[in-house]
Nanobody, 120 residues
Framework: QVQLVESGGGSVQAGGSLRLSCAFS????????MGWFRQAPGKERKFVAA????????YYTDSVKTRFIISRDNAKNTVYLEMTNLKVEDTAVYYC?????????????WGQGTQVAVSS
């Protein structure tokens, strides 16, 4: 069974940076596309960024395109989200997700989330 464990969240001031990590276990990491999502208080969970199994073709929601970078290290079974120039509106619980391309229907596995709080 795939398990995902996020880390790296915390509290920062606007303009600061954080690097989130998500450790993958339970299957072959390089078979999976990976994504980051976030859920702000009182709002629905939304897509942030995703990366293909081979690490190419990352894509982002428009609001983070120039500030966040998603990457992966298939040797370490880990996906990262480098967040810079953080804004108050980036405050949310950030979730890592794994998508098995052999199964239709989107992301099958989710982590427990890590809190990011950005203050002005």
């Amino acid at each position: 069974q795939v398990q995902l464990v996020e880390s790296g969240g915390g509290s920062v001031q606007a303009g600061g940076s954080l690097r989130l990590s998500c450790a993958f276990s339970g299957d072959t990491f390089s078979d999976y596309a990976m994504g980051w999502f976030r859920q702000a208080p009182g709002k629905e969970r939304k897509f942030v960024a995703a990366i293909s199994p081979g690490g190419n073709s990352p894509y982002y929601t428009d609001s983070v395109k120039t500030r966040f970078i998603i990457s992966r290290d298939n040797a370490k079974n880990t996906v990262y989200l480098e967040m810079t120039n953080l804004k108050v509106e980036d405050t949310a619980v950030y979730y890592c997700a794994a998508d098995d391309p052999r199964i239709t229907g989107g992301y099958e596995f989710w982590g427990q989330g890590t809190q990011v709080a950005v203050s002005s």
